[in-house]
């Protein structure tokens, strides 16, 4: 049986369900990605002998173990092992992916991984700039949240989410280019927050059960509970930086100056250790055209004294502003 979906502008073909995610009508033409759940590809311990280690997470486990680790193979492969032996392997043009788990996971854990991180760097080697980031749908256009891990990204989502505005893309943001604009290409529906999270947006850490037992992450999906997602490819608006702390007291938004804009985009980008010299060249050439055609605003917060309805309510009346300005 084959089972067909859309993600991150693209199609995805694979020969059995990926959890998570939005079923479509296969196409009879190629797909852009061709998933293999649950298998290797051929000649995998052939091609384990020939590799070459490419990189090596910082973050280790409590035994010790690096929480990733990515290899090369004399033929291009990219071989991508997570701590908990999870595995999987990659083309060099990013149009065929393998995935493997051990006997103590499963699909729906491997698919945590797919729909973040791997698809993620799938597109980094398709030539797509991905940041760190959270979009939101707002009168057809998107605005994105830009952050480091822990900033608030998949918090501001789905606190616009919960007033009726359709979350497009959650942790990765996709930016590709049509027809001279810059636009962001939708992800997967739902959102993954901790559980501090899930107290401010529903007053209890509780309040959404855990996907998998002893996951801290939980995941709200989009699409029912009228909580929206968006399907369509949208043109970027805005860009909102995340902070804490600023010259003024209290929460606000300001202009980001031009540096500071692409400095900030820059170290936001995804999977950024993986680019060679000539992928990295075309993403600062992609985030250079960004910010001087889509406003890059700073969103301090003051954490702790904002609630999600309040944050809403700023962005929107800053957008409102940009727009008059327009």
């Not at 070459?52 to 092992?81: H, Q």
């Not at 009726?164 to 939708?186: C, F, K, Q, T």
């Not at 529906?189 to 999270?197: F, G, I, R, Y």
């Not at 970027?236 to 500071?260: K, N, V």
Request: net charge negative.
């Amino acid at each position: 049986m084959i089972f067909a979906y859309s993600v991150f502008g693209l199609t995805v073909q694979s020969d059995a369900a990926i959890p998570g995610l939005l079923r479509t009508v296969p196409l009879e033409d190629s797909p852009d990605i061709q998933l293999h759940l649950g298998c290797a590809p051929a000649r995998s311990s052939e091609l384990r002998r020939a590799e070459s280690l490419f990189y090596t997470s910082p973050f280790l486990t409590s035994t010790g173990i690096p929480a990733l680790r990515i290899w090369r193979t004399s033929e291009g492969l990219l071989n991508i092992t997570y701590f908990d032996g999870t595995e999987f392997w990659m083309d060099r043009h990013g149009t065929e992916l393998w995935a493997t788990w051990p006997g103590h996971s499963s699909a729906e854990e491997a698919s945590t991984y797919i729909l973040g991180p791997v698809l993620g760097l799938l597109l980094r080697f398709r030539g797509v700039t991905c940041l760190h980031a959270s979009a939101v749908a707002v009168e057809g256009s998107t605005i994105a949240f830009v952050g480091a891990e822990s900033a608030g990204k998949s918090t501001t989502a789905a606190a616009f989410a919960r007033a009726g505005y359709p979350v497009v893309s959650d942790d990765v943001v996709a930016i590709v280019e049509r027809e001279g604009e810059l636009r962001v290409a939708p992800a997967y529906p739902h959102v993954w927050l901790w559980p501090e999270s899930i107290d401010i947006l529903y007053g209890s850490p509780d309040a959404i059960p855990p996907l998998i037992p002893n996951w801290e992450k939980r995941r709200i999906p989009l699409g029912s509970n009228n909580l929206p997602f968006e399907k369509a490819t949208l043109p970027l608006r805005a860009l909102y930086l995340l902070a804490e702390e600023g010259d003024q007291p209290g929460s606000h938004i300001e202009a980001a100056a031009p540096q500071t804009g692409f400095l900030s985009l820059v170290a936001n980008s995804f999977a950024t250790n993986v680019l060679d010299t000539d992928m990295r060249a075309s993403e600062f050439k992609t985030l250079a055209g960004l910010i001087s055609k889509v406003p890059v605003r700073r969103l301090f917060t003051s954490k702790g004294h904002l609630s999600p309805q309040d944050l809403c309510n700023l962005v929107l009346k800053d957008l409102a502003a940009l727009k008059f300005a327009l």
